[in-house]
Each structure stands twice: as C-alpha cells, then as structure tokens.
C-alpha cells in the first residue's frame, strides 16, 4: 500500500489549500480514510475521516465549518479542503487508511490507522 499527500504549502492567515491523497496497491473498498496532522513535538492530531460511501464524515471540532473532505473511490483518492487557514493549523498533514479504525464522534484514533503516507507541510502565517 502506497499513500501520497500533496498540495501542502504557505499560505497567510485566512487563505485556502487542497490537500490531495492519492492511494494505491490494492483495493480499498470498505476502508476509512483519514487526514491527521503533527506539530514538531507533538503527537499525531486527528483532523477528519471518510468511510467509504462518504456519508459518514468525521471532523476534529478545531476544523469544523473550515474544512471539508472527500473521496472519489474510482481514483482511491481523497482530498481536504481547508479555508480560513490559523496559524494554528500549521503542521504535516498525513493522510492514513485502515479497514477498522476506532473513529466515534469524537473523532479517530490514529494508532489505529494501519497505513500512513509521507505527508506534506502546510505553513501559514499570520
């Protein structure tokens, strides 16, 4: 299994990215797919997942009614939206999989995501 992140970038407070994961070797139907994120010494933070459908969205409250995710499973891809971008939200993004996350309203655990890609930076500046 392959996971690639791309789309991070510097953007200033306020700005928009689209962060892009494209997944591949094998299929990943019935999987949930994830973005988390981490500061330089913290721990991995969730961010927001997709169940396969796509009706069943998770979202971090730090991040909701700012950003938005989808799935396309017919490229295996998924995609995070961010608006009003905080100097806050500055981190790696990494997008993950797993067929059997614990995920809950209060969002998902990332030690129970199985496969992690190399992740991409976003910066913003106030």
């Known amino acids: 299994v392959q996971l690639q992140a791309s789309g991070g970038g510097l953007v200033r407070a306020g700005g928009s990215l689209r962060l892009s994961c494209a997944a591949s070797?094998?299929?990943?139907?019935?999987?949930?797919m994830g973005w988390f994120r981490q500061s330089p010494g913290k721990k991995h933070e969730f961010v927001a997942a997709?169940?396969?459908?796509?009706?069943?969205?998770y979202y971090a409250d730090a991040v909701k009614g700012r950003f938005t995710m989808s799935r396309d499973n017919a490229k295996n891809t998924i995609d995070l939206r961010m608006n009003s971008l905080k100097p806050d939200d500055t981190a790696r993004y990494y997008c993950?999989?797993?067929?059997?996350?614990?995920?809950?309203?209060?969002?998902?655990?990332?030690?129970?995501?199985?496969?992690w890609g190399q992740g991409t930076q976003v910066t913003v500046s106030s």
């Open positions: 993950a999989v797993d067929n059997n996350p614990l995920c809950s309203r209060d969002g998902c655990d990332p030690m129970s995501f199985y496969w």
């Open positions: 070797g094998q299929s990943f139907s019935n999987y949930i």
């Open positions: 997709i169940n396969w459908s796509g009706d069943e969205l």
